[in-house]
């Protein structure tokens, strides 16, 4: 089992940058990938960004170049620094992470939290 717990999410001015934080705790030995997914009112939720244990990232097109997804191995904790944030990027953001323990691969999903940006 793998407990998470995210924090810096809120509100800010479109431009503005914010950085999300997410800890995990319990069988952390058996995490491979962290990451981040969003969900607008309405939509599905999809993949923001994530980073494999050795530090391999992977980007949605629409936040390339903007948001950097982070990984202290030693702290158990991804970031997520999400600059020249505009509107459209608003939306619950979840912090997941895949684990492996002998061969069987399980997602575990933090409580979400809100990021919302106003023009």
């Known amino acids: 089992q793998v407990q998470l717990v995210e924090s810096g999410g809120g509100l800010v001015q479109a431009g503005g940058s914010l950085r999300l934080s997410c800890a995990a705790s319990g069988s952390t030995f058996t995490i491979n990938t962290m990451g981040w997914y969003r969900q607008a009112p309405g939509k599905q939720r999809e993949l923001v960004a994530d980073i494999s244990r050795g530090g391999s990232t992977n980007y949605a097109d629409a936040v390339k170049g903007r948001f950097t997804i982070s990984r202290d191995n030693a702290k158990n904790t991804v970031y997520l620094q999400m600059n020249s944030l505009k509107s459209e990027v608003t939306a619950v953001y979840y912090c997941?992470?895949?684990?492996?323990?002998?061969?069987?691969?399980?997602?575990?999903w933090g409580q979400g939290t809100q990021v919302t940006v106003s023009s």
């Open positions: 997941n992470t895949r684990t492996v323990w002998r061969a069987v691969w399980h997602d575990y």
